[in-house]
């Protein structure tokens, strides 16, 4: 009880945070001073990176797998909080675009231009990483589900490790009662940029693309440290069960046609 408690004080003191961020945004502008090249760099990065994706987007051919499961969470009155793996943010921002989904981006440099990007596709975003800004963004996004608008994490973002999950969905089900739900978006044909730490993945035009949505995770409110652990594990093994069928279908279905 008393965790819950802790946590239940330190999400409201994120908030009150959050409303002072707010406050002081409208008083003195950006929080964080960029130079005139870091401005240009971030505006001509936004541009492209929605232009791509708006591109590529509408040629993809997309099959996807699960949808009752987010049907699921809405018929049984709850909002989604959308877990994903951070290099497959191009398919899943192109699918899920304009349904007002709050994502949360880091206060870096990337997080600046992929914030500005993922608005023109109709999403929303709450800033904070794992490393900075976590507790307030938490407590934008508690507000958000709140107010009827799902949210949605790049799970092993901002900088890795690869591949491995953070706790944020974990936290803010628990204190939200809402439903953590995993996807995963496979491309048939795709550029893998090597040189970035999760090896960015961007599909070719007029791949086909597959998307597994996961049935959902709920936690109980009243859940303690190791139960915590153990529906963090659980969404661990999902996300990775869920990678495997996907980036696997590909694969199979080439041998199967060669």
Not at 180 to 195: A, D, N, P, R, T
Not at 203 to 213: Q, V, Y
Not at 217 to 242: C, F, G, N, S, V
């Amino acid at each position: 009880m008393s965790e819950q408690i802790t946590e239940t004080a330190e999400i409201k003191a994120a908030a009150a945070e959050q409303g002072a961020a707010k406050r002081d945004h409208q008083l003195h502008g950006s929080p964080r001073a960029w130079t005139r090249w870091q401005r240009f760099q971030i505006w001509a990065a936004a541009y492209v990176g929605y232009g791509l994706i708006e591109l590529i987007g509408r040629t993809l051919r997309f099959e996807s797998r699960g949808d009752e499961n987010l049907e699921a969470i809405y018929r049984a009155g709850h909002r989604a909080i959308f877990a994903f793996w951070h290099n497959r943010i191009f398919g899943a921002t192109w699918y899920y675009r304009r349904r007002g989904i709050v994502v949360m981006t880091s206060q870096n440099f990337d997080g600046e231009y992929i914030a500005r990007f993922i608005k023109m596709h109709g999403y929303g975003t709450a800033r904070g990483s794992s490393s900075r800004g976590g507790m307030r963004a938490l407590a934008e996004m508690a507000r958000c589900l709140k107010q009827g608008s799902d949210v949605g994490f790049t799970i092993d973002g901002p900088r890795g490790p690869l591949y491995q999950a953070k706790m944020g969905p974990v936290l803010l089900a628990r204190k939200t009662g809402d439903a953590i739900f995993c996807f995963h978006v496979s491309y048939e044909k795709k550029w893998v940029l090597g040189g970035s730490w999760d090896h960015f993945q961007i599909p070719k035009p007029f791949s086909r693309a597959l998307i597994i949505n996961a049935p959902p995770i709920y936690i109980d409110p009243a859940a303690d440290k190791a139960a915590l652990r153990t529906k963090h594990q659980e969404m661990q093994h999902l996300l990775d069960r869920i990678r495997e069928e996907g980036d696997s279908f590909w694969a199979d279905s080439s041998r199967r046609n060669s």
